[in-house]
């Protein structure tokens, strides 16, 4: 996708939306600031809808601490993982399409992924992370998509896996797969379709594939920075800069965009797959392809806990333990389906409350504060919308 669209893209989000503060989540919102007293992010974006009704949309603190630039609703932040689910989509919307099925082979999209013994790995097994591809510790450091795809085509899987039967959450190196399985499927870039088929019908106006440095320079001080909090005083994580991170579009990892698309994102998918507008951007059948569980209790030998996954979706596995990290909080029902992101994010749907949630931090503490700051602000949403 060229600067030129980028461009194009930055003028709609050019304004300001008012936040939605209602009395009932002044406890939530005092919640964060405290958190920013301890010391835990330097500002946080919380957006709430039910049945597609949004009741909270604010944001508290600072975009970059000490610069006195307020975090606002409109502010862009960095969603890492958690915006996996948007390219799951994007694989369903091929699924009704009939440009793919979740059983294909990978490589009967991507024919050099058949290297070394991977011919028969499907994309359903790298969507719920138990292809057993191992992450290339080298493959962000690329210096372009094609090289990565290249990479990771020529890679081997971890001796003795059998696709299916074990489970390890691998952040990055699937994905890229799956990127470039949208692109040769469709026709066109990552990018572009997954603005013209999700990001532009759902309304997604403030959410970026990838913030090149050209596009940060755009957005200014609409943009929000990723800090490292686990040390006084908290400093901007370069490793998550644009001129690092932004250098090309990464499926699983390069998003940014605000809360308040999120849970547009979900409650398209709590209604059906339907947009405010009479959209339907996806199947109902697709859907619950993708949310429903294909493996519980299936021990993840990355977190060291039994986690159940659909296909991009971490499902509500709090019935395993209350260990489980980057959950959806105690209140949640076991439908509950989303994603989160490396310390500093969530997005879900709980389709028994109708409740869309996304919260987003700008500091990343380490995943055990992490995991406890989430959990106190998330019983504080579920104890608020009752």
């Given amino acids: 996708m060229g600067d030129d669209h980028y461009h194009d893209l930055v003028s709609t989000i050019d304004r300001h939306s008012d936040p939605v503060i209602h009395p009932a989540f002044q406890p939530v919102k005092d919640l964060l600031e405290q958190q920013i007293q301890e010391g835990l992010h330097p500002g946080a974006q919380l957006c709430v809808a039910i049945d597609g009704d949004v009741v909270a949309d604010f944001g508290v603190g ?29 694989l369903g919307i091929l699924v009704d399409s009939g440009r793919l099925s979740f059983d294909d082979p990978v490589a009967s999209h991507i024919p050099e992924f058949a290297a070394h013994g991977k011919s028969s790995i499907p994309i359903k097994h790298i969507l719920n992370h138990t292809s057993g591809l191992a992450d290339d510790a080298l493959a962000d450091g690329g210096t372009s998509r094609e090289e990565v795809i290249s990479r990771l085509s020529d890679s081997r899987t971890i001796d003795g896996w059998v696709p299916g039967e074990r489970s390890a959450y691998i952040p990055n190196a ?35 594939p990838n913030v090149s440095p050209d596009l940060a320079e755009q957005l200014g001080n609409q943009r929000a920075s990723m800090h490292d909090s686990r040390s006084e005083p908290m400093t901007v994580n370069q490793a998550y800069s ?22 547009s994102f979900y409650s398209m998918l709590l209604n059906d797959g339907v947009t405010t507008d009479g959209n339907q951007i996806i199947s109902e059948s697709a859907i619950a392809a993708l949310t429903k569980p294909r493996h519980e209790g299936l021990l993840d030998e ?82 608020t919308v009752g």
Avoid: C
């Fill in 174 to 208: 699937g994905w890229h797969i799956l990127g470039e399985v949208v692109e040769r499927a469709s026709g066109t870039t990552f990018e572009s379709f997954v603005q013209d088929f999700i990001l532009d019908p759902v309304g997604m106006n403030s959410t970026f």
């Fill in 242 to 263: 644009p001129g690092r991170l932004g250098r090309f579009v990464r499926a699983g990892s390069s998003f940014s965009g605000t809360a308040s698309d999120m849970v």
């Fill in 62 to 90: 600072e975009t970059v601490v000490g610069s006195g630039i307020d975090l606002t609703n409109d502010s862009i932040m960095p969603l890492f993982s958690s915006a996996k689910p948007i390219t799951a989509i994007a």
């Fill in 302 to 383: 990355t977190f060291g806990v039994f986690m159940d996954r659909g296909l991009g979706f971490f499902i509500d596995s709090q019935r395993h333990s209350p260990a489980v990290p980057y959950g959806y909080g105690t209140a949640a029902s076991s439908a509950t389906f989303g994603h989160g992101g490396k310390e500093s994010s969530t997005g879900f749907a709980d389709p028994e409350r109708g409740l869309a949630v996304s919260l987003i931090f700008n500091g990343m503490p380490g995943e055990p504060k992490h995991d406890r700051r989430l959990k106190r602000v998330l019983a504080a949403v579920y104890e």
